[in-house]
């Protein structure tokens, strides 16, 4: 069985730092692209960002220039350094991975339990 387990959510100012990590674990033959996506009330998920394992990255423009993903490949983890939050950063934030189970001839997505990030005064 496969599980992502993220965490590093909370509440943070506007204009403060976050960092995500979300790892992966299970019978895991390989991980291919990574992402985090988020999620207000009322509105749908949204992808964040993205990491293949290849290493291209690609970033919604709301948050570019402040968010920065990394993964390590070893450790079956990705990661989301999230600067300069705003107040509309506000969401649930899940962490994504595209992976194949030994034995298995498919690939899935796998979905973390979510994260909360709060960015308030």
């Known amino acids: 069985q496969v599980q992502l387990v993220e965490s590093g959510g909370g509440l943070v100012q506007p204009g403060g730092s976050l960092r995500l990590s979300c790892a992966a674990s299970?019978?895991?033959?390989?991980?291919?692209?990574m992402g985090w996506y988020r999620q207000s009330p009322g509105k749908q998920r949204e992808v964040v960002t993205t990491?293949?394992?290849?290493?291209?990255?690609t970033y919604a423009d709301s948050v570019k220039g402040r968010f920065t993903v990394s993964r390590d490949s070893a450790k079956k983890s990705v990661y989301l350094q999230m600067n300069s939050l705003k107040p509309e950063d506000t969401a649930v934030y899940y962490c994504?991975?595209?992976?194949?189970?030994?034995?298995?001839?498919?690939?899935?997505?796998?979905w973390g339990q979510g994260t909360q990030v709060t960015v308030s005064s």
């Open positions: 994504n991975a595209q992976i194949q189970e030994y034995g298995h001839v498919s690939v899935y997505d796998y």
């Open positions: 299970g019978n895991i033959f390989g991980v291919y692209r």
């Open positions: 990491i293949t394992s290849g290493g291209f990255k």
